[in-house]
């Protein structure tokens, strides 16, 4: 299946790299973005951003006729995800009224696959294996249980005849990503210590955790699979089936940076969320994904490379 028209419903770090990746294959690919309140950072002049309302995305379905639809709109992080009404109004909510628009237009006629973005954190409960997309949801955190709503409304319009595939995606990360998230924060903070900006102390939260990071390049590979091969209907977990504890991750981010001075982790309270957790340990198992081909291109050791790199020329 080949991507002729892509229209993205969302904006921000996963939407950026994967209009960047898009591009790069195909510079003639036609891309549109429909936005909600911030626009896309990407400078290309070969995406069309339109602000998100009933009218506005009616037109573009009737007009643009996409052939491939990514929804990603939402609000990743997951502390930010206090109150219920803001946590489904921004996970779900918006992304079913962008639904119910194009299951009442033409789209059938022309669209070939609707990609909506999910979470690891619809799982919740810890599980001492990897997590298989079968397994249980249940949710233990607001932003969980919003994502768990986002689910139920994709299969409700897959059985209402849009062809949706559903992504859990887990851990990514990489350049340019957003200094509130784990990875990303460490390896500014070393960078910053590198620059003389800040004594060798690292502001940590809890490093008993246990995460499975994929890189942001490895992802869009894994969506551009999906659209190509996904199966309708189906669940895929996004990640590189690699797991490592927090402590562990700060310990190779220091090695890779090579620091001449010795770094200490000073551990805050605020950092650690004890109302609106993820579970301790997400693992994903990724068969299904690798059984349709797929494989990781950047070991972690390469995105912490990649997100230092970034902070030094940004710091």
Known sequence: MTINRLLIFGTGFIANNYINHCI????????????????????????????????????????FQPTNILCLHGNSFVPNCLKIRDAIEDNALKTMDFLEIVHNSDAKAFLEKILIIGSASEYGKYYKEAIRENYPLHATSLYGLSKISLYNASMYYFDRGLPVVYVRQ????????????????????????????????????????????????????????????????????VSSGELIMIKDLLDLIIRVADLDVDVNASHREDLCSTENVLSRRLHADITKLRNLGFKTKYQLSDIVLSSLNYWRKNV
């Open 24 to 63: 790069a294959e195909d510079p003639s690919r036609q891309i549109k973005v429909i936005f909600n309140k911030h626009m896309i950072s990407s400078d290309s002049s070969k995406v069309e951003q339109i602000l998100m309302n009933e009218d506005s995305v009616r037109e573009i379905i009737e007009s």
């Open 170 to 237: 887990f851990n990514t990360t990489g350049a340019d990503q957003r200094d509130c998230f784990v990875l990303s924060s460490f390896c500014k903070q070393i960078v910053e210590i590198e620059k003389g900006i800040k004594t060798p102390e690292i502001l940590v939260g809890d490093l008993s955790q246990e995460r499975d990071f994929i890189d942001i390049r490895d992802t869009c590979l894994a969506y551009s699979l999906l659209f190509e091969k996904g199966k309708i209907g189906e669940v895929y977990n």
